[in-house]
Every structure is written in structure tokens, then in C-alpha cells.
């Protein structure tokens, strides 16, 4: 009988010491990217940044955030998702939806130039918005004098989850 309890909180020892690393590389992450975009770091950025991450390639309307963050002030969560974005951090992901969603960026992007022209695949069924980097938009020819500001590439559909 000992023993047993000795295994279950060696399990749970193992299992709090792996969230415990996991926090901490998530902490190191969100100060890395902070730094890297030239952002201050605040209790705010790092909440907002750590939903982005968990999210990873899906991304997430303004109500969402204010709904995982109900402490929010909502104008301080504005200022942050427009300085992230301004920062090359996040951009705006365009579906059928009518919400402005946000996801992060890839690596590639800076303040002075996104690098988001890629596919985003939205689907019908739960209204989840992934990122599909791997799938560019292409360059369109338009006629003479037009110039093209942005380009977006939504696929529509049922995802792998909603599929089962």
C-alpha cells in the first residue's frame, strides 16, 4: 500500500515537475519574442502572447480574448493587439466570419514588413481559422494602375475534427 502511494506521488512529482518546465520555456518564449519585436514587457503582452501561443496556428477573435481574459481593460487590450501587430507580431486573418480574427506571425515578419500571404482554411462546421503557411498566395496580374494592397486566400470547410 506505501509503495503504491510512493509511485502515484512520484507520477505526480513527474507530471508537476513537466508543467513546471513547460511554464518556464512558455515564460521564455514570450520574453524572447517581446524582445525581439522591441515591445515592453507587461502583464498584459505576456497574458495575450502566451493565448497566442497555446492557439499556435489557429487563430482568435477579439471577444475570445476578452472572454480568456476577463480581467481585461478592454482598451489595453486593443493597444496591445494593434502594437503586436504593428511589431510584426500578429496579423489580421481574414474568413466568412464577420469577427477580425488574429494569429501569429511567422518568424519571417518585422515591423516593416508581413510576411502573411499565405492560405487560411475556415471551418463551417466549429468556425476555427487555421493558418496555412505552407500555401502562398500567388501574385495576380491586375490591369494597368491598379495596385494590389492585400491579397487573401480563405479555403473553406469542414476540419479534421469536425470530420470524425
Same mark, same amino acid.
Given at each position: ?27 521564455? /518564449?514570450?520574453? !524572447? $519574442?517581446?524582445? %525581439? ?11 495575450? +502572447? #502566451?493565448? &497566442? ?7 482568435? /477573435?477579439?471577444? !475570445? $480574448?476578452?472572454? %480568456? ?11 496591445? +493587439? #494593434?502594437? &503586436? ?80
Amino acid at each position: 500500500m506505501i509503495s503504491g502511494w510512493y509511485n502515484k506521488k512520484q507520477y505526480a512529482s513527474e507530471a508537476s515537475l513537466t508543467l513546471l518546465y513547460y511554464l518556464c520555456k512558455m515564460n521564455q /518564449t514570450i520574453v !524572447e $519574442l517581446l524582445q %525581439r519585436h522591441e515591445l515592453r514587457k507587461t502583464a498584459m503582452r505576456g497574458e495575450v +502572447l #502566451k493565448i &497566442f501561443l497555446e492557439a499556435g496556428k489557429q487563430a482568435i /477573435t477579439h471577444p !475570445e $480574448l476578452e472572454r %480568456r481574459l476577463p480581467d481585461a481593460d478592454r482598451i489595453t487590450l486593443y493597444r496591445t +493587439l #494593434k502594437a &503586436f501587430e504593428d511589431k510584426g507580431l500578429i496579423h489580421q486573418v481574414v474568413d466568412s466570419g464577420n469577427a477580425t480574427k488574429y494569429a501569429l506571425c511567422n518568424d519571417a515578419c518585422t515591423e516593416h514588413q508581413h510576411h502573411d500571404e499565405h492560405a487560411h482554411f475556415h471551418c463551417n462546421d466549429c468556425g476555427k481559422t487555421i493558418c496555412l503557411d505552407s500555401i502562398t498566395t500567388s501574385t495576380i496580374q491586375v490591369p494597368r494602375g491598379f495596385k494590389v494592397q492585400q491579397t487573401h486566400l480563405v479555403l473553406e470547410g469542414t476540419c479534421n475534427n469536425c470530420d470524425n
